[in-house]
């Protein structure tokens, strides 16, 4: 995901602006493709987290969506 699923949608997202709901229906698909549909057995912000903390480092859509936006300003 962080290799070829995401950067595209970042791409569109920095030149863009993209709707709330979409962002939030990318950050669903994301977190669903990693569990494949199934529940998730540990929580988001454990795996957005750094991997000095225990999480995986994984980009979280919404964050990165805000950041942009705040760059843009």
Excluded at 20 to 27: F, L, Q, R, W
Aim: net charge positive.
């Amino acid at each position: 995901m962080k290799t070829l699923g995401l950067p595209n949608a970042i791409y569109n997202t920095s030149v863009l602006e993209i709707p709330d709901s979409y962002v939030k229906e990318i950050n669903k698909l994301t977190f669903n493709f990693i569990w494949e549909g199934k529940p998730a057995k540990i929580k988001r912000k454990t795996k957005i987290s750094d991997v000095n903390q225990g999480g995986f480092k994984l980009m979280d859509f919404e964050i990165i969506n805000k950041a942009l936006k705040i760059a843009r300003i």
